[in-house]
């Protein structure tokens, strides 16, 4: 049975548990994160085996900001650093050439590490106490619909003993763009909020976006692998002309609307993009706890300038795996 706790002694307790090898789930911006040592294998392998995630499937090394990082690193370029500066703590995730000190089970046994510093105090406040890099993938079962709640780490793994550090809700709400800099090339390799066009700007040089791992034999990133984000429920993806069509057996997530055209279940979502990438993941569950037959997505307004494409470009990537069979 999990364990929902807050404050400092939610710290001083997933602390403790961290030293001993065991998992804690705590908040950053984007999603909660199923936290272990990143440099105890034994550690890590207890992260796989709860999410049921696959060994070739990456985890992010979580970390306090660039003094650590450079510990779990080989090579520390200046589009590292210009990146860390200008984004960290936030949704930045960088790969890099790993250190010897980082177990080959956090990165699929490849030769590069994907880290990132988180902007949640609670996050950082785990990170500093512990002293030692957290691995924190999303805190479910692999492929399911990510957690931005505590409940919703609760209602994914009924039957654990974990520890949950209460956050609130994730601002962000969705993953972290990752950036690979191991190459001759900087390439987005995880659509996020910060997008490609920021990430060039920031570096000087070309950004390239490659959201496919059929290029490279080993995955350097997660949420590249598959299906990602489902909920139990069947999803579908639907432009604004198809919602008329829905029957009442069907749970919309919609902007565009005011209420379900057959009176089934609507869930109201808002049409600035930044606001909806906070609110999908929480209506996602919401949609799949009502039990219906399937669920419509109705995909999210086209926004203006570089910022708003970007975060919509992130928001269709999570919507399209959601709702690929």
């Known amino acids: 049975m999990s364990e929902i706790l807050e404050g400092p002694c939610a710290i001083a307790l997933g602390v403790d548990r961290l030293g001993e090898g065991k998992l804690v789930v705590f908040p950053t911006e ?28 990456p985890l992010i090394v979580h ?30 995730t960088m790969v890099l050439p790993k250190a010897q000190c980082v177990p080959g089970i956090v990165c699929a046994n490849g030769s590069t590490v994907a880290v990132r510093c988180p902007e949640h105090p609670c996050a950082l406040a785990l990170i500093e106490s512990f002293g030692k890099p957290i691995v924190g993938p999303s805190a479910n079962p692999s492929g399911r619909i990510s957690p931005t709640a505590p409940e919703h780490v609760a209602d994914g793994f009924p039957d654990a003993d974990l520890m949950i550090v209460d956050g609130g809700h994730c601002r962000a709400g ?34 390239a976006c490659v959201t496919k791992s059929h290029d490279d034999p080993i995955a350097k990133s997660p949420g590249m692998i598959g299906s990602h984000y489902q909920p139990r429920t069947p999803t579908k993806l639907v432009a604004a002309d198809e919602l008329g069509s829905a029957t009442g057996s069907v749970t919309l997530i919609a902007w565009s609307i005011g209420s379900h055209p057959a009176g089934g279940v609507l869930i109201s979502m808002p049409a600035k993009l930044d606001a909806y990438a906070s609110a999908i993941y929480r209506a996602l569950h919401d949609a799949d706890r009502e039990g219906q037959s399937a669920i419509w997505i109705e995909e999210p307004a086209i926004g203006y300038g570089p910022d708003d494409q970007a975060i919509r470009s992130a928001i269709m990537e999570r919507l399209e795996r959601a709702a690929h069979k």
Do not use: C
């Open 30 to 57: 984007t999603v909660y994160g199923l936290g272990a040592n990143a440099l105890d294998a034994k550690a890590v392998e207890r992260v796989f085996a709860l999410k049921g995630r696959p060994a070739t499937n």
């Open 63 to 92: 970390v306090s900001g660039i003094v650590m990082a450079k510990t779990v690193v080989a090579h520390w370029p200046e589009p590292a650093d210009l990146i860390a500066k200008a984004y960290w703590p936030g949704p930045v």
């Open 174 to 207: 969705i993953e972290s763009t990752v950036v690979d800099l191991s190459g001759e090339t900087a390439r987005v390799l995880r659509p996020g909020i910060i997008g490609a066009h920021a990430i060039s700007e920031t570096i000087g040089q070309p950004v």
